[in-house]
Nanobody, 124 residues
Framework: QVQLAESGGGLVQAGGSLRLSCAAS????????MGWFRQAPGKEREFVAG????????YYADSVKGRFAISRDNAKNTIDLQMNSLKPEDTAVYYC?????????????????WGQGTQVTVSS
C-alpha cells in the first residue's frame, strides 16, 4: 500500500525559505514520477514541481522556476521541495503525489497517490 506523508510546512515571512519533505513508502518508486502540487483557498489544485524517481529529471511551474528546487533522496525514500524567496502568493496547502510511469504531468488528476498535505503560509 503506497503511502505519502508530507512534513515541513509552517509560517514564514516573505523572502524566507522552507523545505518540505515527502516520505514515500509501500513499494519501489523507481518507475514513478513524483510531483508537488498546491491548493490555495478557493483555487484549483496546481502543479508546482515534478521529478522522475529514476534519472532525476525535473520540471517546474513558471511561477516557481528559479525559486524552488525539487530533489529525491534514494536512501531515505523522500522527495524534498526547497522553497526560497517565498511570496505571499505561495500560501497554500502543499501536496505530494505519485504516478506510475515516467512522464511528469502537470494535471493533478493523472496522479495515482496523494499525501494529506502540509500548510505553507507566507506573511507579507
Amino acid at each position: 500500500q503506497v503511502q505519502l506523508a508530507e512534513s515541513g510546512g509552517g509560517l514564514v515571512q516573505a523572502g524566507g525559505s522552507l523545505r518540505l519533505s515527502c516520505a514515500a513508502s509501500g513499494r519501489t518508486f523507481s518507475g514513478y514520477a513524483m510531483g508537488w502540487f498546491r491548493q490555495a483557498p478557493g483555487k484549483e489544485r496546481e502543479f508546482v514541481a515534478g521529478i522522475r524517481w529514476s534519472g532525476g529529471s525535473t520540471y517546474y511551474a513558471d511561477s516557481v522556476k528559479g525559486r524552488f528546487a525539487i530533489s529525491r533522496d534514494n536512501a531515505k525514500n523522500t522527495i524534498d521541495l526547497q522553497m526560497n524567496s517565498l511570496k505571499p502568493e505561495d500560501t497554500a496547502v502543499y501536496y505530494c503525489a505519485a504516478r506510475s510511469g515516467r512522464p511528469i504531468y502537470t494535471t493533478w488528476s493523472l496522479y495515482d497517490y496523494w499525501g494529506q498535505g502540509t500548510q505553507v503560509t507566507v506573511s507579507s
